[in-house]
């Protein structure tokens, strides 16, 4: 642990801060600036609506919608016409119509756990944290009229977080199927120090993204550092304990979407399928479902790169191929299939059927990713993704203890 080597790095907040948090925890992040294609609902009239939800179908043709419909094809072709120019669609849900809109923002990556955060931030100035010692210091928040001075803390780390984003990564902040998507990197990474809101409740510290879900890799440093240092302990002590709050966990936050996507393709039999939405969809899910299983199992995350050895024991008790463990371990800390075999390694001898079939589920993931494959074969991948969630989610309370090694 190394304090005050980034005071000198701009901090920002990703989001609006709640009046009621008084604690901040100040971490060292690369950011990117990117263009991301996004959906925004329109106000719209139920014949537009319904021509669109027939195209997203798959029908194409402005005589054959016009049939299906019973109304003129001048009309249809007109709505249609505009649907491009205007680059609407209608929503997954098919109760609305949406514009397909390009935006900016900025994407950061942790340094210590390499991990991106889950949302993208907007343009925001720079914070002004007065430091008054190695690894405390305050900056104010609210409106002119109601100043609240915030705590926070600087949890520095030798890490880098300079990789940047990845197709798959991106793909998550993007919720267009529209085959023009461009959601890309349109600058150099920037060194900065990225501000966090913190609660605690009976397990201890949370750090809170701006999704108001607990970031639980860093949850975990922090109460590490907690555990190892006397200076954040007497910090975390004046962390009030918050009010019983219901906050839904990273991992169902992306099985949410998981399950909006996959209810989107459900909709008629010629659904686009937006491919690359839907494996980074998959990625994140895998990733937050090893997150989760450590947080519940009180799993500390892997110090060091698995050896040779080790990917080939991997490799032999959970049947996968020679080469994919040890590609698996030389992939970027955030790599969900990474993540899956540190998981894997840790959990040689358990008995925890899970831990099986999170292996099967990642090296399906890893062959599609790597082969391709056709979109139903994605499409069915995700069910049983979204399955394995569920399913870790609905026992963990009775069955993670079981997991022992």
């Avoid at 002119?144 to 798959?168: C, F, K, N, Q, W």
Wanted: net charge negative.
């Amino acid at each position: 642990m190394a304090f005050d080597a980034n005071q000198s790095l701009p901090p920002y907040l990703l989001g609006a801060w709640s009046w009621k948090v008084r604690h901040a925890l100040v971490t060292p992040a690369t950011r990117w600036r990117v263009f991301i294609e996004d959906q925004e609902p329109v106000e719209h009239d139920i014949i537009l609506n319904t021509v669109l939800r027939i195209r997203q179908a798959g029908e194409t043709d402005p005589s054959r919608i016009a049939d299906l419909l019973q109304l003129p094809e001048p009309l249809i072709r007109y709505l249609l016409a505009t649907a491009n120019q205007e680059r609407l669609d209608a929503s997954r849900s098919g109760k609305s119509v949406v514009a397909l809109r390009s935006t900016v923002g900025w994407v950061y990556r942790d340094a210590a756990t390499g991990e991106l955060w889950p949302q993208p931030g907007e343009q925001m100035e720079a914070l002004e944290i007065r430091f008054s010692g190695s690894f405390r210091g305050r900056f104010e928040s609210g409106t002119a009229g109601r100043r609240t001075s915030i705590d926070a803390l600087l949890l520095d780390t030798h890490e880098t977080g300079d990789l940047e984003p990845t197709a798959v990564e991106l793909a998550r902040f993007s919720r267009s199927d529209d085959a023009r998507m461009r959601t890309a990197v349109i600058s150099s990474g920037e060194p900065c120090l990225v501000v966090s809101p913190v609660t605690k409740d009976q397990s201890g510290l949370a750090v809170l993204t701006t999704q108001d879900a607990p970031h639980l890799s860093l949850g975990r440093l922090l109460n590490t550092a907690v555990d190892q240092h006397e200076s954040v302990a007497k910090w975390a002590k004046t962390v009030p304990m918050a009010t019983l709050e219901v906050r839904k966990s990273p991992l169902e936050l992306s099985l949410d979407e998981l399950a909006e996507t996959l209810e989107h393709l459900r909709v008629g039999e010629f659904r686009t399928l937006a491919t690359p939405h839907l494996t980074a969809l998959i990625d994140l899910a895998l990733g937050r479902w090893v997150d989760q299983y450590r947080h519940h199992a009180g799993l500390a995350a892997a110090d060091a790169l698995l050896s040779n050895d080790d990917c080939r024991t991997v490799s032999e008790n959970y049947g996968l191929g020679a080469n994919v463990a040890v590609r698996w371990a030389s992939a970027p800390r955030s790599d969900s299939r990474r993540k899956v075999l540190e998981l894997l390694a840790a959990r040689l001898r358990s008995t925890d059927p899970r831990i099986r079939d999170l292996s099967v589920v990642a090296a399906r993931y890893d062959s599609i990713v790597v082969n391709g494959s056709p979109p139903q074969e994605l499409v069915e991948l995700a069910r049983q993704m979204a399955h394995l969630g569920q399913l870790l989610l609905s026992e963990e309370g009775s069955t993670h203890g079981q997991a022992e090694g």
